[in-house]
T-cell receptor, first 113, second 114 residues
């Protein structure tokens, strides 16, 4: 299966710790997206990459959040000094062109104690 | 800002029957796209159907079809001959032309009863 993969699938951390998530998109997809989904809500857009360039960031992406896609392949999302409000499912998606189908990964569920 | 509203938190349907999920959206744009995504329990989200706003014809994918009412800003999903595997959260989503991000509604949980 060559779909979008995310690692880890689950992460439990203590408040104040830093965490990093990884996303591997479908190999030929040059667009990569991060979303956050809290319980009972739909996903909310965080940021978007085209190749290695980060082209759009949501105001939800505070200074504690940083995302990279260094070689235009996999991406990482880091959260520094985690807070309990950061507890959510973090979804990654990829696509080949604008407004084409976004293929979603299984997500990383973050729990901040 | 664009918003997407799904007014039905939960819906249920008998196997083999038809169910319609509602979605309304708010935008002042003329160029946009609408989507229905399915998120089964503990599984990843997949695209069910897509509609371009400039197309008057309603999109259809096998048992799934939409009723796109552009003037009313309504985009409902009809599932015909419901199957047990259709049980999932269904999210309506909007994307403005030229933008990459999807704006999602809060979702509708669909239960299919045998």
């Amino acid at each position: 299966d060559t779909g979008v993969s995310q690692d880890p699938r689950h992460k439990i951390t203590k408040r104040g710790q830093n965490v990093t998530f990884r996303c591997d998109p479908i190999s030929e997809h040059n667009r990569l997206y991060w979303y956050r989904q809290t319980l009972g809500q739909g996903p909310e857009f965080l940021t978007y990459f085209q190749n290695e360039a980060q082209l759009e960031k949501s105001r939800l992406l505070s200074d504690r959040f940083s995302a990279e896609r260094p070689k235009g392949s996999f991406s990482t999302l880091e959260i520094q000094r985690t807070e309990q409000g950061d507890s959510a499912m973090y979804l990654c998606a990829s696509s080949t062109r604008t407004v084409n189908e976004q293929f979603f990964g299984p997500g990383t569920r973050l729990t901040v104690l | 800002a664009q918003t997407v509203t799904q007014s039905q938190p939960e819906m249920s349907v008998q196997e083999a029957e038809t169910v319609t999920l509602s979605c309304t959206y708010d935008t002042s744009e003329s160029d946009y796209y609408l989507f229905w995504y399915k998120q089964p329990p503990s599984r990843q989200m997949i695209l069910v159907i897509r509609q371009e706003a400039y197309k008057q014809q309603n999109a259809t994918e096998n048992r799934f079809s939409v009723n796109f009412q552009k003037a009313a800003k309504s985009f409902s999903l009809k599932i015909s001959d419901s199957q047990l595997g259709d049980a999932a959260m269904y999210f309506c989503a909007y994307s403005q032309g030229g933008s990459e991000k999807l704006v999602f509604g809060k979702g509708t949980k669909l239960t299919v009863n045998p």
